[in-house]
């Protein structure tokens, strides 16, 4: 069965610090990955995915299936990057998620 | 962008009674909806897929005659939550995956149930 672990489940770090959020998954097929990201009393929304390789406010995120993980970075932190972050694998074809437990980042001045 | 909607935002009840919750899509059609389930500082769990003009599938462990679900429409899918208890006190969000973009899944709001 299919699996995402995120070990933080809180991670804070200084302003214009690095971030790195870790995700591992557990998937015996060919993984899609993604990162969705909760601000304060707002809704779940989609950060990004692995497969468009691109960059959104800052974040970047590489599949890597040696270590089955999908790491998501930020080289410095803003105050406004502060909420809840979600991995999550995507499997069937059929747009089936399965969320990993989530990392609260905070951000401090 | 596409958004999706959840009516009511947060219910109480009393044990006994029944629960329904609404997901909309509001600008876009939707073939199919999940509902999850989350519980206090926890990640969400997909309770069921909820697939227009056909039966929903429930993932391992969550009763269908408990939880309820009709998608009798590209942009409505209701969850029933009957005869509810305690323990179904939780936080329930839908999410709908665009027909037309269908690698896109937006989410709703959340409905926060609370039974007494």
């Known amino acids: 069965a299919q699996r995402v672990t995120q070990p933080e489940k809180l991670l804070s770090v200084f302003k214009g610090a690095p971030v790195e959020l870790k995700c591992n998954y557990s998937y015996s097929g060919s993984p899609e990955l993604f990162w969705y990201v909760q601000y304060s009393r707002q809704r779940l929304q989609l950060l990004l995915r692995h497969i468009s390789r691109e960059s959104i406010k800052g974040f970047t995120a590489d599949l890597n299936k040696g270590e089955t993980s999908f790491h998501l970075k930020k080289p410095f932190a803003q105050e406004e990057d502060s909420a809840m972050y979600y991995c999550?694998?995507?499997?069937?074809?059929?747009?089936?998620?399965?969320f990993g437990t989530g990392t609260q980042l905070k951000v401090e001045l | 962008g596409a958004v999706v909607s959840q009516h009511p935002s947060w219910v109480i009840c009393k044990s006994g009674t029944s629960v329904k919750i609404e997901c909309r899509s509001l600008d876009f059609q939707a073939t199919t909806m999940f509902w999850y389930r989350q519980f206090p500082k926890q990640s969400l769990m997909l309770m069921a897929t909820?697939?227009?003009?056909?039966?929903?599938?429930?993932e391992q462990g969550v009763e269908k005659d408990k939880f309820l679900i009709n998608h009798a429409s590209l942009t409505l899918s209701t969850l029933t939550v009957t005869s509810a208890h305690p323990e179904d006190s939780s936080f329930y969000i839908c999410?709908?995956?665009?027909?037309?973009?269908?690698?896109?899944?937006?989410f709703g709001p959340g409905t926060r149930l609370t039974v007494l």
């Open positions: 999550a694998l995507r499997t069937g074809g059929g747009n089936k998620l399965t």
């Open positions: 909820s697939n227009e003009g056909s039966k929903a599938t429930y």
């Open positions: 999410s709908a995956r665009d027909r037309v973009l269908t690698d896109t899944q937006y």
